[in-house]
């Protein structure tokens, strides 16, 4: 429940030196008054015929307080219900729209990860099956070339330098063919024997549009009549809100109802209105305050006793 801040008394306009302690409740009235206010305020109610329904600020102020908090979050979740079903982007209709198309996104992006790391897997696979049935061949062929590409290097290196002389002697004196021919011919034997039963991937255009056709099925955008889910979602929300506690307004009407009716339709005049100049002012030794209700004699003796 909402908390009042702490009490700090008014003066009373009429009373400067009193503060304002009550305020009668009664429909005629709802009036703030001081000790002084109350003697005359309750001999009008007798005069009246009706009776006065006395509490003190505080008690009012939190029970307004309540009241006012408890209508504003009933107001609140009307407007969370409005905003729930809203176009805007901000809209819980639309957020959780938005949140299926990510759950979507993220399953077929899952999937599609899946699927490629399988495919990974069978190309790792069948590239070691596949070395495996070749041993040796194209090994061979690797490290023989090798040495010769290493030899032709080192003297291509000694034909640069500053002081080639040696370099030149030396290349003149080494076989530069290597048996070039022979070479050539075991490299394209081997890689014959080798790709004979190679492997590659293939990709089917024509399949991947059905699989994109596919994804249109997946998800649908179809118009639908939300008012079962606003007869649902409203429910929730106001499921605790069928008996709120009555509002103070509604308990000085019920409390006015009971009271006598006054012989006279003339309302009470604020003591905040200039206008209002009693007729009477009884002193405390002619005056004493005339209760029907309990409650009022027990607030009235926190002043008077």
Same mark, same amino acid.
């Given at each position: 429940m909402q908390q009042s801040p702490p009490v700090q008394f008014e003066k009373c306009p009429k009373h400067p030196q009193n503060d304002i302690v009550l305020f009668c409740l009664s429909i005629e009235c709802k009036e703030p008054l001081c000790k002084d206010c109350c003697k005359l305020h309750v001999h009008w109610h007798n005069q009246q015929g009706t009776q006065a329904n006395l509490d003190t600020v505080d008690n009012v102020r939190q029970q307004l307080l309540t +009241?006012?908090? @408890?209508?504003?979050?009933?107001?609140?979740? @009307?407007?969370?219900?409005? $905003? $729930?079903?809203? +176009?805007?982007? /901000?809209? @819980?209709a639309v957020k959780q729209m938005q949140n299926k198309l990510q759950k979507v996104k993220q399953t077929l992006l899952a999937a599609v990860h899946e699927y490629c790391h399988q495919l990974e897997e069978q190309v790792k696979q069948r590239i070691q099956l596949h070395r495996q049935s070749h041993p040796g061949e194209k090994k061979e062929l690797h490290q023989k070339l090798n040495t010769i590409i290493n030899n032709l290097d080192q003297q291509e290196k000694m034909l640069l330098q500053p002081k080639y002389i040696r370099g030149c002697l030396m290349v003149m004196s080494e076989e530069q063919n290597h048996d070039f021919d022979q070479i050539t011919f075991d490299v394209d =034997?081997?890689?014959k024997h080798y790709l004979s039963n190679a492997f590659d991937v293939v990709i089917s255009e024509d399949k991947l549009v059905r699989i994109v /056709?596919?994804? =249109?099925?997946? !998800? @649908?955008? /179809?118009? !639908? =009549?939300?008012?079962e889910e606003l007869d649902h979602y409203t429910k929730k929300i106001r499921e605790n809100k069928k008996n709120p506690h009555e509002p103070l307004n509604k308990q000085f009407n019920s409390t006015s109802q009971k009271q006598l009716q006054p012989k006279e339709s003339?309302?009470? /005049?604020s003591i905040y209105d200039d206008k209002f100049r009693p007729t009477f002012q009884p002193g405390a030794s002619q005056y004493r305050p005339n209760f029907n209700d309990s409650k009022a004699d027990q607030i009235m003796s926190k002043f008077y006793h």
């Open positions: +009241d006012v908090h @408890e209508m504003k979050l009933r107001f609140e979740e @009307e407007r969370a219900i409005l $905003h $729930h079903f809203s +176009d805007s982007e /901000q809209s @819980e =034997n081997a890689l /056709q596919s994804f =249109n099925e997946y !998800v @649908e955008i /179809q118009e !639908v =009549n939300l008012r003339k309302l009470m /005049q």
